[in-house]
């Protein structure tokens, strides 16, 4: 069965402190995967789209990585306005509607 | 920038209505999706709409349910006889390829 786990639930840095969020899937064929930010009552923003192991993406402060078990998401010196769930999303190979299969997501607060 | 609208951005309903969600796609998308989200639990995937016609849908949608693009912008959910447990927050979408999915803001569903 297709899964996505993210890790941490939640995590708390202070303003300028890097960190990482892991997100661990299992899906059969990826197409690719998808990271996308939600604020509080909002839709997912789309982040980032990654097809292929060892694929990385770039975008201010955040930059995803790719291997063929998980990716990462990492932020680097944070500012509270990165305050946000992120959640990741699969999309399995030869899936021709493109259903997107989400994690939990990781609440991120960044304090001042 | 192009982006997804829907309406109403909250609903109230008593359980046993019908309830019309509603969304605009962003023009020159081909894919259009229909997502749910219970307070607290993952996005969960409901719908995927191609050509005219339902691509894939998941378990929840059922009998229930129903989709349809009525004219060139719109994309419709309509839940026959609302009950508690559709209570969520409705996610539309929409996608190039089938690919990268944008989401609109939601519509929150509450269900009395």
């Known amino acids: 069965e297709d899964q996505v786990t993210q890790s941490p639930e939640a995590l708390r840095l202070q303003e300028g402190e890097s960190s990482s969020l892991n997100c661990s899937y299992t899906?059969?064929?990826?197409?690719?995967l998808f990271w996308y930010r939600q604020d509080p009552g909002k839709g997912p923003e789309f982040l980032f789209t990654l097809y292929s192991a060892g694929e990385e993406k770039e975008k201010e402060r955040l930059k995803a990585t790719l291997t063929k078990k998980e990716s990462f998401l990492h932020i680097t010196a944070p500012k509270p306005e990165d305050s946000a769930t992120y959640l990741c999303a699969v999309q399995r190979i030869y899936n021709q509607g493109g259903k997107l299969i989400f994690g939990q997501g990781t609440e991120l607060s960044v304090k001042p | 920038e192009p982006e997804v609208t829907q309406t109403p951005s909250h609903q109230v309903t008593q359980m046993g209505q019908e309830v019309i969600l509603r969304c605009v796609p962003i023009s020159n998308h081909l894919y259009f999706y229909w997502y749910r989200q219970i307070l607290g639990q993952k996005v969960e995937f409901l719908v995927s709409f191609y050509n005219n016609e339902i691509s894939e849908k998941s378990e929840i949608f059922d009998d229930q349910f129903s989709v349809e693009r009525p004219d060139g912008s719109n994309f419709t959910l309509k839940i026959r006889s609302t009950k508690l447990e559709d209570s969520a927050m409705y996610f539309c979408?929409?996608?190039?390829?089938?690919?990268?999915?944008?989401f609109g803001p939601g519509t929150r569903l509450t269900v009395l």
């Open positions: 899906v059969s064929g990826l197409r690719g």
């Open positions: 979408a929409s996608s190039i390829t089938a690919d990268t999915q944008y």
